[in-house]
């Protein structure tokens, strides 16, 4: 029975220049090239709901405070932008990974249905890294009987 001969890249010529096998090496291999750090665009989940009197959407900021968040409401359509800041880095401690997300963000959600733009009908509260906004639904009004007069 033969045995198999595990591949080695010397075998075949090829080297360590290999612009696939530098990134690799650079981003994972090793742990000194904390400059080489993967971008990646902040952009927060959101869980939207609907009860018989509002739609609540809540939104996961971890890292953030309320005032880093700004929250609008325009006709039906609720905008929520901000910023996560990235922490500022300490001379004590050295990188080896970072995949945190961090920069500005902005999220729409077209709300179906008439929405109330009155200062009760909109409630957004910020705690522990979750952000919930309640927007109040308009209540259709009763329909009313006209009585028909003959002339």
């Not at 920069?103 to 509260?125: C, H, I, K, S, W």
């Amino acid at each position: 029975m033969k045995m198999l001969t595990p591949f080695r890249r010397r075998n075949l010529g090829l080297t360590e220049t290999n612009p696939f096998d530098q990134w690799m090496r650079e981003f994972f291999d090793n742990g000194t090239h904390a400059d080489n750090r993967l971008e990646t665009r902040f952009l927060p989940v959101a869980n939207i709901a609907e009860t018989d009197k509002e739609w609540v959407v809540s939104m996961e900021l971890p890292g953030m405070n309320e005032k880093e968040v700004d929250v609008r409401l325009n006709g039906n359509q609720l905008v929520v932008t901000g910023e996560r800041k990235q922490e500022k880095e300490t001379k004590d401690k050295q990188f080896h990974r970072v995949e945190s997300s961090y920069g500005m963000f902005e999220r729409r959600f077209d709300l179906p249905g008439e929405v109330r733009t009155d200062g009760e009908g909109v409630v957004a509260t910020f705690h522990n890294g979750m952000l919930e906004v309640r927007v109040g639904k308009l209540q259709p009004k009763p329909t009313t009987k006209i009585p028909v007069k003959s002339t």
